[in-house]
């Protein structure tokens, strides 16, 4: 379709990526910070790094006003019932970050009081490693998580009913396990 007669000022565009536009560039993070990775959330808020100029400034404390959760640090089995509600009273489209060692796996608390990943009971978007990451890490994870909006998305946010269930990282398949397997035995044969 030839544009021959439309003014420099005006571009064309659909419906769902300009909601998808405006949905990446507008998150609400909802912070459930709960050890040194949550200081390391709140330096990235301050004029050092300023998170605002990502569109991700506000700060709410209020799940109802929220689009993007930030789980950082370790959550202990008697917050997660916690952590449930305020996912579940947070309006789609919904977003969650799983930040820190503790977050994503536990960390160095192998215990049976500490979830070892969040993302067994919520699901996650997206994951930033690190014991605690630094700021620029969650910058860096922000700015991934509004490609994904950005590159994915309709107006009435459809492809937000299917997340019913927690879903992590996918396991290991079977060839890999033994590749593994293998590389470990290497190891002990040779030392």
């Known amino acids: 379709m ?5 003014p420099d000022n ?31 959330l709140m330096a990235t808020a301050s004029s050092r790094f300023d998170l605002a100029r990502f ?4 700060m709410r404390f209020s799940p109802r006003q929220c689009d993007l959760m930030i789980v950082a640090g370790r959550v202990a089995m008697k917050m997660l019932p916690v952590l449930q509600r305020i ?17 994503c796996t536990g960390g160095v608390f192998d215990t049976y009081a ?17 014991c605690p990451p630094r700021p620029e890490q969650l910058m860096a994870g922000i700015i991934a998580l509004q490609d994904k909006i950005k ?7 459809t492809e937000f009913g299917k997340r019913t269930q927690p879903m992590g990282p996918a ?5 890999e396990l033994i590749r593994v397997r293998e590389a470990n035995e290497k190891l002990v044969a040779l030392s």
């Open 87 to 103: 996912w579940l009273q947070m309006p789609e489209p919904k977003w969650c970050i799983s930040m820190g060692a503790c977050a």
């Open 151 to 157: 590159h994915g998305g309709t107006l009435n946010g």
């Open 10 to 40: 005006i571009f064309m565009t659909t419906i769902d990526a300009a909601a998808s536009w405006a949905r990446a560039n507008s998150l609400w993070p909802m912070p459930f910070a709960t050890a040194c990775c949550g200081i390391e």
């Open 171 to 175: 396991p290991f398949d079977l060839d």
């Open 55 to 58: 569109g991700a400034e506000v």
């Open 2 to 6: 030839a544009m021959k007669d439309v």
């Open 114 to 130: 500490v979830v070892q990943g969040v993302d067994r009971f919520i699901p996650v978007d997206l994951y930033v490693p690190g």
